[in-house]
């Protein structure tokens, strides 16, 4: 993928692979059931975010290793505040030398729709550094 872009229902079970640092992807409006696999060939850098459609949050329970030390931070954010408060979780946030996010090549991230509103994110992220207090999930 050579730009910023939107992915479409039509993609849902798709593997998007992405060889880039610092691009944007957009999920397409929450539907229960379409899922994306999406796999980093190259550490992310500030510039990298996966953005919930319009209306439409992110919640999960995600571990952050170092790659460096024996560390781990994990994130967890439920349905209910997800929801609750949609702007305030509606990116997915990546860097992989920032001790808060984490996204290093190898790393798959798993985006599936639980209903009409909310997107879980399943992965384990890896990072240089010793990971602190997790702000993987975030508002856009």
Not at 79 to 108: E, P, R
């Amino acid at each position: 993928m050579l730009d910023d872009r939107t992915l479409t229902s039509g993609e849902s079970g798709s593997m998007v692979v992405m060889n880039h640092a610092t691009k944007v992807i957009t999920l397409p409006t929450a539907a229960a059931g379409l899922w994306y696999d999406i796999v980093l060939l190259q550490d992310t850098d500030a510039a990298f975010t996966i953005v919930a459609g319009s209306g439409d949050s992110v919640f999960g329970n995600i571990q952050v290793i170092s790659t460096t030390d024996n560390k781990c931070s994990a994130v967890s954010v439920t349905h209910a505040t997800s929801t609750g408060t949609v702007a305030s979780y509606d990116n997915i946030d990546l860097d992989h030398d920032v001790t808060t996010l984490g996204g290093k090549a190898g790393d798959v991230i798993r985006v599936t729709a639980v209903d009409a509103t909310a997107w879980l994110v399943q992965t384990t992220l890896t990072m240089d550094g010793n990971p602190s207090s997790g702000a993987v999930i975030n508002a856009g």
